[in-house]
Antibody
Framework: EVQLVESGGGLVQPGGSLRLSCSAS????????MFWVRQAPGKGLEYVSG????????DYADSVKGRFSISRDNSRNILYLQMTSLRPEDTAIYHC???????WGQGTLVTVSS | VVMTQSPLSLPVTLGQPASISCRSS???????????LNWFQQRPGQSPRRLIY???NRDSGVPDRFSGSGSGTDFTLKISRVEAEDVGVYYC?????????FGQGTKLEIK
């Protein structure tokens, strides 16, 4: 059974940092592009960042470029999102997504507020 | 690759058909001959779920009132008879080019 389990969300002050993790199981993690998608309260889905299967290709939405960093550990089947200089508008549920969008994690809530 | 959906809002009467268009700025035919265009749905308060993969293949458990069609740069998701449980936002996403990109979403509501 495919599982994507995010962790690391929480309440952080503006300007702070968080690192999200996504633990994957049930499929050959190292063979797939993975990405992060977020959903702010009452809003639609927003692509955040993507990473190629071997970690060499990386992409960011303009809204997070220079502040967020995506990475992966294929030996441990974990996807990461390092978030720095957080802003209130980064408040959202962050989902880890397998390429093909056939599997989504339940998401982890990030709240940026003073 | 820019993915453009229309309409962005779709009020539909129960039992009536619905259609959503998705256009890509480049052909989505991949070098292996496949076209990686998927559709997924997000119902209110739920995580997204995929409905259609590679243009026209329904995922397991998806009602047959959902169908996908198209080729190249022009794709369509059709619902033959809308039911109350179909309310939500529908997105297309391409997996043929890097980076992956998806449409703005189409909000389906019942009239």
């Amino acid at each position: 059974e495919v599982q994507l389990v995010e962790s690391g969300g929480g309440l952080v002050q503006p300007g702070g940092s968080l690192r999200l993790s996504c633990s994957a199981s049930g499929f050959r993690f190292s063979a797939y592009v993975m990405f992060w998608v977020r959903q702010a309260p009452g809003k639609g889905l927003e692509y955040v960042s993507g990473i190629g299967s071997d970690g060499r290709d990386i992409d960011y939405a303009d809204s997070v470029k220079g502040r967020f960093s995506i990475s992966r550990d294929n030996s441990r089947n974990i996807l990461y999102l390092q978030m720095t200089s957080l802003r209130p508008e980064d408040t959202a549920i962050y989902h880890c997504v397998k390429d093909g969008v056939d599997f989504w994690g339940q998401g982890t809530l990030v709240t940026v507020s003073s | 690759v820019v993915m453009t959906q229309s309409p962005l809002s779709l009020p539909v009467t129960l039992g009536q058909p619905a259609s959503i268009s998705c256009r890509s700025s480049q052909s989505l035919v991949y070098s292996d001959g496949n076209t990686y265009l998927n559709w997924f749905q997000q119902r209110p308060g739920q995580s997204p779920r995929r409905l259609i993969y590679k243009v026209s293949n329904r995922d397991s458990g998806v009602p047959d009132r959902f169908s996908g069609s198209g080729s190249g740069t022009d794709f369509t998701l059709k619902i033959s008879r809308v039911e109350a449980e179909d309310v939500g936002v529908y997105y297309c996403i391409q997996g043929s080019h890097w980076p992956r990109t998806f449409g703005q979403g189409t909000k389906l509501e019942i009239k």
